[in-house]
Structures are given as C-alpha cells and as structure tokens.
C-alpha cells in the first residue's frame, strides 16, 4: 500500500493520525474552533462546511477557508460538506455540491476534498476535476441504516479505488457486537489483500467505538476525534484517543 503526503503528514503509515472536525455555524464560531484546535494533539482538521450557515454563498466559503489556513498553518485541511443523507446537516443540489466542491479545490487553502462516492452520477468527473486543481480526495460513504455484509464493504471502498479516490473511507452503524466485527474483517482484508491506498473505517455509535481505537492493528489510517463538538456519533475525546492511540502504536 503506498502512503499519501499531505503537507507534512504521512497518511497510511505509523500511528493512526487524528482528524478533528470543525462544527461552528458562524464564521466567528469556525475560526474559534480552530483556534483551539490548534491547542490539541490533532494531526489534521476537517471543516464540515454543511455547518455553515453561509454554506452556499462561495464567497464567504472562500474567505472563512482562507481565514481558517491562516490560523491552521501547515496542518492538514479536509473540507467536506456531508449530505444530509450521509448524516450531513443540509441538503444541496448535485451542480451545487460539484461547484462548492470545485470552488474549495481552486482556493488553494483545502488539502484534501471529501466527496461521497454514491451522491449523483458523475463522481468520477468530480475527482478527476479536483485532482487536478491539485487537491487530494477522500471519496466516502456514511451507512447510518446498518452495517452492510464484508464483501458489500469491500465492493464499495474498490470502487472508490476504481475512481483513483486517493484515500477509500466508509463509515457504518453496527446494530450489534458482530457487526462490529464485520467492519473490523473488512478493513483487514481489504489493507492486507486488495488496496493499494490508505483507508478509512469505522463503526459508529458507542457500540463502534473499539474501531476508533484499533485503526493501526486493522488498517485503518485514519480516525475522528473531537475537540468538544462531535460531528458523527461514537467520536472520542482528542486528549483520550491520543493515549490510547499511541499505547497501541507501541505495542504494535
């Protein structure tokens, strides 16, 4: 599996890094999320835009994002507007979700662009136009219904493969222990046998927490933390996950 550089972060490689999303609503509300993020063992930062009040308005998109480099330095950004169907806070249009998407791209302030693998009919076209902005893509799927079968997991992160994402992530909601188990052996199999590019998974919900913490042991390169708002449910503590995080990097 070869690892992605984003500035100065290897992803896929070591200690699970820690994402902390940003969740403010108002432009004050973000960059004071950030400034405090900065305080914390974060590895990388995620504007979830779909917070935004001025979520659709890309010139304040713009600006908040320039805003927000300014304050993050060379940390990572992820920017990422969840659908309300993936979990997200609203609702947009599939020609508005591609130009915010491609606007982000353009700025030159975001690192890495989420984009939902299943939202419309021409994701491929979406990651090609963002690639070659010279931004990164983190293609996703959120299954907030359940927890799909193992090799329904696996169909859908190669196909996320397929579209040249450059870092595969599907998130799932257990409804019992063994689904858990279900994601665990899927992100196994999948880092050990058939991707050839960091991945991203996770359990949600309490009950999916032990795949917030065991990324390193199954392969997954990547987890949420939160830094006092949470944006999906299961998300533990930065300060927490750092220790446990680096615990089981030493073990391992």
């Known amino acids: 599996m070869q690892s992605i550089k984003v500035r100065n972060l290897m992803i896929g490689e070591g200690r699970t890094?820690?994402?902390?999303?940003?969740?403010?609503?108002?432009?004050?509300?973000i960059l004071e999320e950030a400034v405090k993020l900065r305080e914390v063992p974060a590895d990388m930062a995620e504007w979830r835009v779909d917070w935004f009040t001025d979520a659709f308005d890309l010139g304040a998109v713009k600006e908040t994002l320039r805003k927000l480099?300014?304050?993050?330095?060379?940390?990572?950004?992820l920017f990422t507007f969840?659908?309300?169907?993936?979990?997200g806070e609203k609702e947009i249009e599939e020609?508005?979700?591609?130009?915010?998407?491609i606007e982000?791209?353009?700025s030159g302030y975001a690192d890495l662009i989420d984009v939902e693998v299943f939202f419309g009919k021409r994701t491929g076209e979406l990651i090609e136009k963002i690639h070659e902005c010279g931004?990164?893509?983190?293609?996703?799927?959120?299954?907030f219904a359940g927890t799909p079968s193992k090799d329904e997991m696996i169909r859908r992160l190669l196909h996320m493969q397929k579209l040249n994402a450059d870092i595969l992530?599907?998130?799932?909601?257990?409804?019992n222990r063994k689904d858990v188990l279900t994601l665990l052996l899927a992100t196994e199999e999948i880092y050990s046998n058939l991707a050839d590019r960091p991945v991203i998974t996770m359990s949600m919900g309490g009950l999916g927490m032990i795949s917030r913490l065991s990324g390193e042991i199954f392969g997954s390169a990547v987890t949420f933390?939160?830094?006092?708002?949470?944006?999906?449910?299961?998300?533990?503590?930065?300060?927490?996950?750092?220790?446990?995080?680096?615990?089981?990097?030493?073990?391992?």
Request: aromatic content about 2%; overall charge positive; proline content about 5%.
């Open 82 to 87: 969840r659908t309300r169907n993936e979990g």
């Open 95 to 101: 020609e508005d979700y591609k130009a915010l998407n």
């Open 104 to 106: 982000a791209s353009k």
């Open 225 to 252: 933390g939160s830094a006092g708002k949470t944006s999906a449910p299961g998300q533990v503590e930065v300060y927490e996950l750092k220790n446990v995080l680096d615990m089981i990097h030493k073990s391992v």
């Open 69 to 77: 480099r300014e304050i993050l330095k060379d940390m990572p950004l």
């Open 17 to 29: 890094k820690i994402c902390v999303p940003i969740v403010g609503r108002t432009e004050q509300d």
């Open 135 to 143: 931004c990164k893509v983190i293609a996703s799927n959120h299954d």
């Open 169 to 175: 992530k599907i998130a799932v909601m257990p409804n």
